[in-house]
């Protein structure tokens, strides 16, 4: 079974910056491509990034690109995202989801807010 927890949200000022995570378990996060997604209040889900395999190729969407950071662990099992300079508009449910099988799981809330 998948198992995809995220963690490490919370409300930060704008400007701020903040690290959430996400293990992986019950696949072979190894050979995977992994996303984070974001589903904002009222909105539909938004594919914010993508990291190879391997790690060692990303993609960011317009909107986050030069603020967030994707990496990844493999011996840990766990996803990264580092987020720096937020705004109100970046205050969303964030989910790390498998990027071909589109599994998800729990996600984290992030609120930009002063």
Do not use: H
């Not at 050979?31 to 889900?45: D, F, I, L, N, Y």
């Amino acid at each position: 079974e998948v198992q995809l927890q995220a963690f490490g949200g919370g409300l930060v000022q704008p400007g701020g910056s903040l690290r959430l995570s996400c293990a992986a378990s019950g696949f072979t996060f190894s050979g995977r491509v992994m996303s984070w997604v974001r589903q904002a209040p009222g909105k539909g889900p938004e594919t914010i990034s993508t990291i190879t395999a391997d790690g060692s190729s990303s993609w960011y969407v317009d909107s986050v690109k030069g603020r967030f950071t994707m990496s990844r662990d493999n011996a840990k099992r766990i996803v990264y995202l580092d987020m720096r300079s937020l705004k109100p508009d970046d205050t969303a449910v964030y989910y790390c989801v498998v990027t071909t099988t589109r599994d998800r799981g729990q996600g984290t809330l992030v609120t930009v807010s002063s």
